[in-house]
């Protein structure tokens, strides 16, 4: 097997084992949308307008929530020093791990959002196109954040300063992830200009976000 | 022939300097023990050969090694934590390092030499301290890397373990494998060099 298929099937297995923090997100993600309407109140109306922003609000804060141990877990019982010495590049490593988790934080949202998005009276055939675009923007959320993860590797209570680091950087993700699913569901706005750049933010951070983290993470050898 | 040679090596940490100046030569075959009083920069020595620490000045060089390969990708860190997943069971915490750190070969008889196959199966959370430093030596017996960088390799080792753990040295360096290792005691090596750090 090589290499990084063995981080990445580590890493899932960690996931889902006793302790893993797996669907953790997913739910938190039903908690938070569940509560939603109890907050705005019965008003189907006004839930369908706000209920694609509500979603994306969820995965966002959900998909931070798992981040923090990321690398943290690995810093503290050596495996991250054992990982730099692997004879794959280090940003190909950092990769894997971020793959892993979105497979097991990220995707499981993306399964649960249409589900979700009943709840908040989105229409039916709307379901899929915000699912898409959820799908589309989840891996740049675990990408993105992987920078902060690597940046607060060694603090105890990194989540916070995680939190702090990363939600201004995804922005950008959050507005085209909304107003593509707005376009689909509501219009007048057409679907695809949206959705391109989102797909676009996805796929730079893709590429970026290991690189960074790396950086980051050789910078803190000390 | 491989030889492990260091040339006035710095190294600061925090803005403090631990060590100055420190220059030694370990040929194929030859163990290098390093000592000194607690915070000499014993253990920061091995993070450095392994790139865990940043060279402050100096030059590290493996000669006669695998050309264009850093140091760190030739070289075994055992150090004091152990990279071990409580909730992997044994065979898959050794599998994971095996297939990580790029080697094909069976863990069953890393397993069988370090006395953990009976306890392949069981999850890493409840082994004792003695048994997760025995999968570690397992890890660095797997994967067949030249350079060994043991700190304090020895600690938390029964008597039987540690006779295991000099033998498998000894082979290591029979092969042709070179040590460096940390340690405030013995370690069951004879005609092993020493390095005395923090004598100014």
Known sequence: MNPLAAILVRDMRLAVRIGGGAFMGALFFLIVITMTPFAVGPDLALLARIGPAILWLGALLASLLALDRLFATDHDDGSLDLLMMGGVPLELTVAAKALAHWLTTGLPLVVVAPL??????????????????????????????????????????????LAVLVLPLTVPVLIFGVTAANAAIAGPTPFSPAFTILCALSLASLVLGPIAATAALRHGLE | MTELQAEGLTCSRGGREVFRNVSFKVPAGAALIVTGRNGAGKSSLLRMIAGLVRIAAGRLSLNGGTADTPIAEQAHYLGHQDAIKPSLTVAENLQFWTRFLG????????????????????????????????????????????VWLLDEPTSALDAPSQGRLS???????????????????????????ELKLGVA
């Open chain 1, 116 to 161: 979700l998005g009943l709840m908040l009276n989105v229409d039916m055939h709307a379901l899929g196109w915000l699912t898409l675009t959820l799908a589309a923007g989840t891996p740049a959320l675990t990408f993105i954040g992987l920078i902060g993860a690597a940046l607060s590797v060694a603090l105890r209570r990194g989540g916070l300063l």
């Open chain 2, 103 to 146: 080697s094909r070969s069976d863990i069953r008889p890393a397993l069988e030499l370090l006395d953990l196959a009976p306890l392949a199966d069981l999850p890493a959370a409840y082994l004792s301290a003695g048994q997760r430093r025995r999968l570690s030596v397992a890890r660095i017996v797997a994967v067949s890397r030249p």
């Open chain 2, 167 to 193: 033998n498998i040295m000894r082979d290591h360096l029979a092969g042709g494998g070179i040590i460096v290792a940390a340690a405030h005691g013995a370690i069951g090596l004879d005609r092993a060099r």
